[in-house]
């Protein structure tokens, strides 16, 4: 069973309330990533784990109201935000997704999940080869792995952020990254600046299919590529860098 925890909070200083601000006339970018996600076949439950923070009883609000499961934990270490939600609610596999992420492809997802079962994995991602679109990335883990990289992650960047004790410490995991068999990497469908949020708008304009794929994704930019144009001044790993 797969468990997905989206980290969630409003507290950005790019950019302020991002994931409450609307993607289209009546939902925003939480909204959108939930719904995204609803249509994954092989997710057993979805979480939302936003922070203590008075700034994101918004995010408990809209949690309430779309009957989601939620969970309240630190707001600067991420990990043991992490680890406290897979503990509170028994997560033995769980499918780490950003909440930034609103056109997360829930097909990509589940070939994961399946990948992850079938394989005896300690740890799948699609991000670790930049072959996927900046937007579709998703991690899988053993809670037993969570509670490992929890105990022993030392650096703030290791409790900052869920992942990087693994990445720093390959060997000690089994690890399986996915590629994609092209290269999308230069698409940029992640909200971290107000100019992501307009073109990830303009994508979800042009189609009507819901949910939305990836292969939806690449052929709206194909056909329109002075769309890439928008967002075009961010590189992919620029927050990391920083």
Request: hydrophobic share 35%; charged share 30%; with cysteine.
């Amino acid at each position: 069973m797969i468990d997905c925890i989206i980290q969630a909070r409003t507290g950005s200083t790019r950019f302020p309330n991002k994931i409450l601000n609307n993607i289209t006339q009546d939902k925003n970018v939480l909204e959108f990533l939930l719904d995204q996600l609803q249509y994954s076949k092989l997710i057993n439950k979805i979480i939302v784990a936003t922070t203590i923070s008075e700034k994101d009883d918004s995010i408990v609000d809209l949690c309430k109201n779309k009957n989601i499961k939620f969970f309240r934990g630190d707001e600067l270490n991420v990990l043991k935000r992490y680890y406290d939600c897979a503990q509170e609610f028994h997560s033995q596999n769980i499918l780490r997704i950003t909440s930034d992420c609103p056109l997360i492809d829930p097909e990509l997802v589940d070939n994961g999940i399946e990948k992850f079962l079938d394989g005896g994995y300690d740890y799948i991602t699609n991000s670790l080869e930049e072959t996927f679109p900046h937007g579709l990335d998703f991690q899988i883990l053993k809670f037993d792995v969570l509670k490992y990289v929890f105990e022993n992650a030392e650096l703030y960047s290791e409790k900052e952020h869920v992942i990087p004790y693994i990445l720093n410490n390959p060997g000690k995991f089994k690890i399986y990254n996915i590629k994609n068999e092209k290269n999308f990497s230069n698409f940029r469908i992640t909200v971290d600046w107000p100019d992501d949020l307009e073109l990830i708008k303009k994508i979800i304009e042009r189609t009507e299919n819901r949910p939305i794929l990836m292969k939806n994704i690449v052929e709206i930019l194909n056909k329109n590529p002075e769309l890439m144009e928008i967002n075009s001044g961010h590189s992919r790993n620029e927050l990391t860098k920083k």
